[in-house]
């Protein structure tokens, strides 16, 4: 097996509409393609992170909390980041941590999924990031 990259990840979701709102117009996530009952989010390259309506038969029980399910996405400021999503009434699960590689926060999302998001350190004082996601674990 020779796996190239990640396509996408897939969030069973509650509510699409509410989803589409946190991860398009609250995280600003732009939106690649669009059907009645999918939603793939994410910038040209890249992975992509799609939204799919939880069945109605089948009960949505579980947050990522219980599960370990962690989205990990890289911003650029992280205190800025946190300011805008406390306005927006955003849950943070876990504040700000700084840690050597970088700062570390975990919101969650509307269905309990949780969120990481990481600013990496590239000062002059840290060997160079690589360029792939280095974040925390909620613990």
């Known amino acids: 097996m020779n796996i190239k990259r990640i396509g996408n ?4 979701v509650k509510d699409l509409d509410a989803s589409i709102k946190f991860y ?13 009952n999918w939603v793939d ?24 909390k219980e599960n370990g399910i962690l989205i990990g996405l890289t911003v650029g400021d992280l205190h800025s980041a946190i300011d805008e999503l406390n306005s927006a009434k955003v849950e943070v699960f876990r504040d700000i941590q700084e840690r ?6 975990v919101i969650l999302d509307p269905d309990g999924y949780m969120i990481s998001l990481f600013e990496p350190d590239f000062s002059d004082s840290k060997d160079k990031q690589t ?3 280095v974040g925390f674990t909620p613990e």
């Open 9 to 12: 990840i897939i969030l069973e």
């Open 24 to 36: 398009h117009e609250i995280l600003g996530m732009p939106i690649k393609n669009e059907r009645r």
């Open 41 to 64: 989010l994410g910038r040209e390259s890249g992975g992509v992170l799609s939204l799919h309506p939880a069945s109605i038969t089948t009960s949505h029980s579980t947050s990522s």
């Open 100 to 105: 050597q590689a970088g700062k570390n926060a």
């Open 131 to 133: 360029t792939g996601y």
